[in-house]
């Protein structure tokens, strides 16, 4: 088993355990170049510049004793560290989703001059949803800004209790402190939030002069100088350049699919419902601030009580148990809660939860993932997020495992000595990780070891640290 024993936080010398990360926000040595407005740059830097080594920040390694390596330090000022010009410039981000803006804030403080484009008119998404940010994504945010983890913790709930409780009553048979351990244990907190809130929070800490809203990618092309993304806008056609374009458009990413050509998301054989509801609906049934799970004959109701007022539940069915019934779409709304009541007799908890639920809340959604790409870039053109590794909600892993990829990208982009460089170490790194996290996402084999490492390997950790328990 690995011991994750303390977090050390030390200004070592620039090494392979080291690193240097540069912010380009609080550095007055670097200026942004091409802001603005302006749709097209046909800059092309692709190779660097030796560096600044003026003040800056650093993020330095810590070690644990199980030899991974843990970005322990936030970014702070009066730290002093070597400032890396990164490799190129500008870079235009396709997706203003989770992994998109967090992207955009790490790309932005090593200084590149980021655009993002989103087809939708304002930054929006899981309807429906509450997320479960975990250690390893919590480091990741408090490293980029430790504001936006104060907000995340401000609007979420650092779970406060974890417990499983009978359907039919609601009695409780087990419970433990979740969060205590985790902060204890990890150096952050597991905090459920509603998924709008982080986008909120992410696009908040993004100037609004990088956001274009409406903008839907049509098509990704590339020569040796520059890749250009064609847009819609209404009934506008749009082009934009860019030295680098990141396909950050989720599990149906177009750049994916221009890539590499067509790879339709997985369908896992399961249909999952779920709600947010107004947390009073249900204020008679007493239930715990916290992660509730109600299970009962091998199927589980799952609920997240008290973020922000409020009350998700989600329950899943597999095909397989159900001779294929749960892969039949209800016809409407009404027709979908009938069928969930059906499910839920006998279950009081379930039901009086449901009975508070507006049937036209509640989501019918199959369970997709994409298995984990061999290769995640071509040329100028690189993927993160869900575009290149979605994983079914088991693990709650999607959106963390985003953040580590946008900060993996910034610090291969701000130590590497070419674009392809970068691009091929950023793949190299992340690959590893995530068919890890996927493989396990799919299995119900999961020890306390890989937990350990799920938890504190953060990026830049080598593939061979990756253990198998
Ligand atoms: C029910 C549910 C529960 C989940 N729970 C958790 C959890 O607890 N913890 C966790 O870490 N993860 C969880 N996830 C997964 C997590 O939400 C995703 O992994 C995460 O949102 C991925 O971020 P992304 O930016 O890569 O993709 P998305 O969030 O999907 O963002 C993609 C963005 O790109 C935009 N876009 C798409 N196509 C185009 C185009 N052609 N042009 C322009 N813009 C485009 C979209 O509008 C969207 O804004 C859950 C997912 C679901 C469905």
Known sequence: MVLVDSLVCLPVPCSRRTLVFSLANTAPGIRRRGGGRSRSSSSSSCGRGNGDSSSSCVVVLGVVRSGFAVAAAAVAPGLTGKMMKPVVDKAVIVGGGLGGLAAAIQLRKIGIDVQVYERNM??????????????NGCQVLNMADPQIMAKIREAGIADKVACIVDPKNGEQESSWELNERMEKTYGQPSVAVLWQNVLNILSEAVPDDCKYMGYECLDVSQDEQEATVHFKRGDEFISVKAPLVIGADGIHSIIRSKLFGLTPPRDNGRTMWRAVIDEHLCSDLALKVGTISA??????????NGVGGKLYWAYSLTDESTDGRSKVRSKDAAEMKARLKQEFKGWDLALKILEATDAD??????????????????????LLGDAVHAVTPALGQGANLAFEDGLELALQLSSASDL???????????????KLVSERTQSTQRPQSFYDWLYTAIPSSSPDQVIRA
């Open 122 to 135: 304002r930054m929006s998404g899981g309807e429906g949803a509450l997320i479960t940010l975990f250690p």
């Open 295 to 304: 299970t009962g004959n091998g199927r589980t109701i799952f609920i997240i």
């Open 361 to 382: 809340l509640i989501l019918e959604r199959r369970v997709l993932d994409i298995p984990v790409l061999k290769e995640w870039s071509r040329g100028r053109v690189v």
């Open 420 to 434: 392809r460089s970068a691009l091929e170490a950023y793949e190299k790194r992340r690959i590893t990780r995530a």
